[in-house]
């Protein structure tokens, strides 16, 4: 009976002591075609942020030659490159989002 009751009492404070930590993310990247300045950048963002889930777009500078990076954080496992597709809307004509992946949960 004893050893029932530190048990219980263990199992208390392990739970009343745990808190709900951050969410989960995850972090997409891929390659967006189309970005030529700030003001693009912005517009992609802008528009990507709306879909649900997303916390954070960044749009990075093309490197040696490449496409510009694309870098979204989001609380979602299931963004996909056509939901990126679909937020840009009329936009999509002049952005082309090449590529997405799920680089890493958190």
Do not use: W
Not at 14 to 31: H, R
């Amino acid at each position: 009976m004893k050893h029932l009751t530190q048990i219980l009492l263990s199992l208390l404070f392990v739970t009343t002591s745990c808190t709900a930590g951050d969410p989960v993310t995850f972090t997409y990247q891929g390659e967006v075609a189309g970005v030529m300045c700030s003001a693009c950048s912005n517009h992609v963002q802008t528009a990507l942020e709306k879909i649900s889930g997303v916390k954070n777009v960044t749009v990075l500078a093309a490197k040696d030659g490449g496409l510009p990076r694309l870098e979204i954080t989001a609380t979602s496992a299931k963004i996909t490159r056509e939901d990126c597709v679909k937020a840009l809307g009329e936009q999509a004509k002049m952005y082309d989002v090449r590529s997405l992946k799920l680089v890493k949960a958190k």
